[in-house]
């Protein structure tokens, strides 16, 4: 089975013209994160400026845990802000901007559960950086997780039946997606993410994260690529999404090898952080409601 | 201190509060756990279901994974690591 001609990256970056173009403050904080004061001044300017991220880290740091602190609520921008930490504000601030452009990029074809396996595996990519021993810079890995099935999104909107009879074959062949779409389009949806994130100028490292998160092995030297491929199949393992489609069909060795990752039972308490968190992030974005 | 004796383990960057079994945890308690930015509590509590509830409930949980994982090479290693630990997870 195959269209008529093959996915072009010209015909790719055509059509995203008609997305909403995608948020510069990410790219900007990303880029920032070598240099600490920029990329502060970023972040606070984007606080005073975008009154839902405010709502957002007052809301954050609103929570019982947070008053507990304080004794009374907190109501100031600058005062949230110390209280729950630079790190976690550039986290809200991403994931906002995220679910912005989801929202407004997705259209009815979109499930739900496309943005919730998102968040999924953008958290899970969180919590692995954090528990394997080699440095990975958490905001990266938040990106590169969320976007990671960036290209999906483009199907979805630009060649909605194509993707529905892709899914399809899938399931009912037991192919991966990818493989599928290769064969339909030329091209999977981890080379179309991969031309997007790079046309808008996002780092190295997450662009080769959304193009090689099936196959790490073909970018073994980036930690990030074999990162969110073992972040994915964390979220399919643990049922994260609410996805009723959820499968692991492949698990890269030489990914778990990089990354140091042994599956024995000291690894259980990173299921249930991950878990956790990934539940907490669907509720406090309110994912599924716009 | 409220919190009583602890056992405290620094691994991958988490620092792990144990406490002992029956401990109350008081406004201030959870206060201190604030303070330390705690996100997380396990709380171990005996299981008041029926025997024949837990082996339904454990059958339907190894189902789903097993239902996950009915695509994948379990003669691989690593693919049958992670398989276990799901499982162990979810059946736990």
């Known amino acids: ?290 | 201190m409220v919190l009583g004796s602890s056992v405290n383990i620094t691994q991958d960057g988490y620092l792990s509060l144990c406490f002992p079994a029956g401990l109350m945890l008081t406004d201030e308690s959870l206060n201190q756990l604030h303070a330390h930015q705690a996100e997380f509590i396990d709380i171990e509590q005996t299981d008041t279901r029926r025997d024949e509830q837990i082996a339904v409930d454990m059958a339907l949980a190894a189902h789903r994974v097993l239902q996950i994982f009915a695509g994948a090479d379990l003669n691989d290693p690593t693919m049958a690591s992670l398989f276990n630990q799901a499982l162990c997870y979810r059946c736990a």
């Open chain 1, 1 to 290: 089975m195959m269209s008529d001609t093959s996915l072009t990256r010209d015909e790719v970056i055509r059509c995203s013209r008609y997305l909403p173009s995608f948020p510069k403050l990410i790219t900007e904080i990303l880029t920032t994160l070598d240099d600490h004061e920029s990329n502060l001044r970023v972040l606070v300017r984007c606080v005073t400026l975008e009154p839902m991220i405010s709502a957002r880290i007052l809301a954050f740091a609103n929570t019982a845990a947070m008053r507990g602190r304080m004794g009374s609520d907190v109501c100031n921008v600058n005062t949230a802000i110390s209280l729950i930490g630079v790190n976690r504000v550039r986290h809200i601030v991403l994931m906002s901007c995220m679910d912005a452009f989801m929202s407004s990029a997705a259209q009815a074809s979109v499930p739900v559960s496309f943005w919730q396996h998102s968040v999924a595996v953008g958290v899970s990519s969180v919590e692995l950086a954090m528990y394997v021993t080699m440095p990975v810079i958490t905001s990266a890995a938040l990106v590169a997780g969320l976007l990671h099935d960036i290209g999906q999104l483009w199907l979805y909107r630009f060649k909605a039946e194509d993707m529905r009879i892709c899914q399809h074959q899938a399931v009912e062949h037991k192919r991966g997606a990818d493989d599928v779409e290769r064969d339909y389009h030329g091209v999977d949806h981890c080379t179309i993410g991969a031309w997007l994130a790079e046309n808008w100028g996002l780092p190295r490292d997450v662009v080769a994260a959304i193009a090689g998160h099936h196959q790490p092995e073909e970018s073994s030297d980036i930690t990030l690529v074999s990162l969110v491929h073992v972040a994915e199949v964390l979220s399919n393992a643990l049922d994260l999404g609410n996805c009723p489609e959820n499968r692991v069909t492949t698990l890269c060795r030489s990914a778990c090898d990089k990354l140091g990752l042994v599956w024995n039972d000291e690894i259980r308490p990173l299921f249930g952080r991950i878990e956790a968190r990934s539940r907490h992030t669907n509720q406090f974005f309110m994912i599924g409601n716009h």
